[in-house]
C-alpha cells in the first residue's frame, strides 16, 4: 500500500512522502526511513524517561499492545497528530493498549504544549539518544505499532495515518 503523508526533518519545512506499508516479512521502507527490523520481528529494546525523571524501558511493556509516537514541538505534522494520539490513548487505553509519545528535546515547550492542550497521554524523552537511532528515525513523525510479544506489527512515517493505524490495532484486539 502506498500513500502520501507529511513529515519533518530538523531544520527543514514539511514535505509530503510516500510511504509503503511492507507485506510482513518484509522491512518497510518509509520515505527516509526504514523499520529497523522485518514486520514481525521482536522491536529493539530501548529506555526514555519520563517527565518526572524515571527511565522505562520498552520491554517492560510485554504483555500489552504498544503504540509509540515520536514527534518534536517544532514539526507541524507531529502537532497536528497529537488530538489523534490522545484519543487513541483515551480510548486503547482501557483495552490494555500501551501509548508512549516520545521527543528528543528539551521539556520546557513540550510540557507548556501539553498543558494548554490538556494532553494526558503518557510522554518520554529520549535522554539516552538510543530509541531514534535503534529505530532508524530520520524524519518525524513516526508511529510505530507493538504487538503485546514485543513485535513490530507495523512502522508509519508522516501525517495521515490514522486509518492504517486503527487497523494496525483493530488486528491486536484494541478497537478505537
Same mark, same amino acid.
Given at each position: 500500500?502506498? =500513500? ?5 526533518? %530538523? ?26 527490523? %522485518? ?9 526514555? #524517561? ?8 520498552? $520491554?517492560? +511493556?510485554?504483555? !500489552?499492545?504498544? =503504540?509509540?509516537?515520536?514527534?518534536? #514541538?517544532? &514539526?507541524?505534522? &507531529?502537532?497536528?497528530? +497529537?488530538? !489523534?494520539?490522545?484519543?487513541?490513548? *483515551? ?5 490494555? +493498549? *500501551?501509548?508512549? #509519545?516520545? &521527543? ?7 510540557? $507548556? ?13 529520549? #535522554?539516552? !539518544? ?34 492504517? +493505524?486503527?487497523?494496525? =490495532? ?7
Amino acid at each position: 500500500m502506498i =500513500l502520501a503523508a507529511s513529515s519533518c526533518a %530538523p531544520d527543514q519545512p514539511a514535505k509530503p512522502v510516500a510511504v509503503t506499508t511492507q507485506a510482513p516479512a518484509a522491512a518497510a521502507d518509509t520515505g527516509g526511513s526504514i523499520a529497523p527490523v %522485518p514486520i514481525g520481528n521482536p522491536a529493539p529494546d530501548f529506555t526514555v #524517561t519520563s517527565f518526572d525523571g524515571k527511565p522505562t524501558k520498552l $520491554s517492560e +511493556l510485554r504483555g !500489552h499492545p504498544v =503504540l509509540i509516537d515520536y514527534w518534536a #514541538t517544532w &514539526c507541524p505534522p &507531529c502537532i497536528h497528530g +497529537l488530538p !489523534h494520539t490522545q484519543a487513541i490513548f *483515551k480510548a486503547g487505553s482501557p483495552q490494555g +493498549l *500501551k501509548v508512549m #509519545t516520545i &521527543c528528543d528535546q528539551d521539556l520546557t515547550p513540550v510540557k $507548556s504544549l501539553f498543558k494548554a492542550n490538556g494532553y494526558t497521554f503518557p510522554a518520554f524523552v529520549d #535522554t539516552y !539518544h538510543e530509541m531514534g537511532p535503534k529505530y532508524n528515525i530520520d524524519v518525524i513523525p513516526v508511529e510505530i505499532v507493538i504487538d503485546a510479544k514485543g513485535n513490530l506489527v507495523d512502522y508509519l512515517v508522516g501525517d495521515g495515518q490514522e486509518q492504517i +493505524l486503527k487497523a494496525d =490495532l483493530a488486528k491486536l484486539g484494541v478497537k478505537v
